[in-house]
């Protein structure tokens, strides 16, 4: 059972799943069993938390981000069932999972720190900064949201619209063009990847916002022109999920318009970072 695969799978400058099965990353894995990263950035002077798409990787958004440090230091989430949780039972209620990543970066960290979350990861990163709002620990929650290629919760897709069995999900891969034809044939690879990508669709499909305030921090919302998943009204109405400050960014492409779009994303991101360090000086 599996794939031959020496280490993590990187995912260099490829869309998603477009993986070399011999190629390897060298992934931190701190005390807290959620987060990795590259290695340690002490002098930088933010940091940046990433939540993947749905059957993402931790590596994926390492490999995708590194060129931020090293004044940004980038993490990212890594949830059950995937890359060096393979063997763990991925979680399938979204909710629960942002309870779970809430607990474990609760004053995570002492400097200016910001979430990004693509797709999936979008809602999962705005359901743990919702909970983190109420912690009065340092560092409890971040000072930005950033939300791509996501529809806001506000703005529910019918069920209808979210894949439900494999064969859906194996279409939808498709159609986002994120995956090769190669890996979607390989049985032993989507044997794989198919746990951790029906928990997080069963998780997406039966995730509703709970009633009660919304977030206090800017959201920044970053969306394709072509993204068959999202339309830009869609990511627009993240507007409401905030009482600060709101911003809309449209980049040529799909749903993974953030591949090759990486170095106006990177540039934005940079300067979003640079932002709150900004601030925190001052302040």
């Given at each position: ?33 959620w ?61 629960r ?6 607990a474990?970066?609760d ?22 900064a ?24 506000s ?37 794989l ?34 993204d ?39 540039r ?16």
């Amino acid at each position: 059972m599996g794939a031959p695969w020496v280490g993590h799978p990187v995912d260099d400058g490829n869309p998603p799943w477009r993986v070399r099965r011999r190629a390897t990353v060298t992934i931190r894995r701190p005390s807290s069993m959620w987060l990795r990263s590259r290695r340690p950035v002490p002098e930088a002077g933010s940091r940046l938390v990433c939540f993947p798409h749905a059957g993402g990787p931790a590596g994926y958004y390492l490999s995708l981000l590194a060129p931020l440090s090293p004044g940004v230091e980038v993490s990212a989430v890594q949830y059950p069932g995937r890359q060096d949780r393979l063997g763990e039972r991925p979680v399938e209620d979204l909710h629960r999972l942002a309870d779970l990543i809430a607990a474990e970066l609760d004053g995570v960290s002492d400097r200016p720190c910001a979430f990004f979350g693509h797709s999936y990861g979008a809602v999962v990163a705005y359901e743990v900064a919702l909970r983190l709002a109420g912690s009065s620990g340092p560092g409890s929650g971040p000072a930005a949201l950033y939300v791509s290629g996501s529809v806001a919760p506000s703005r529910p897709r019918p069920l209808a619209s979210l894949p439900n069995g494999d064969a859906a999900l194996l279409a939808e891969l498709r159609e986002l063009s994120g995956t090769e034809s190669a890996v979607l044939e390989d049985p032993e690879l989507m044997e794989l990847l198919l746990p951790a990508l029906r928990a997080d669709y069963h998780a997406r499909r039966g995730y509703l916002p709970r009633p009660g305030p919304v977030l206090d921090i800017p959201i920044s919302a970053l969306v394709g022109d072509g993204d068959p998943k999202v339309t830009v009204a869609e990511a627009d109405a993240w507007r409401e999920h905030t009482t600060a400050g709101f911003d809309l960014t449209v980049f040529p492409g799909g749903h993974f318009y953030l591949v090759e779009q990486q170095p106006d994303l990177l540039r934005l991101l940079a300067l979003r970072q640079a932002s709150l360090v900004s601030t925190r000086q001052a302040g």
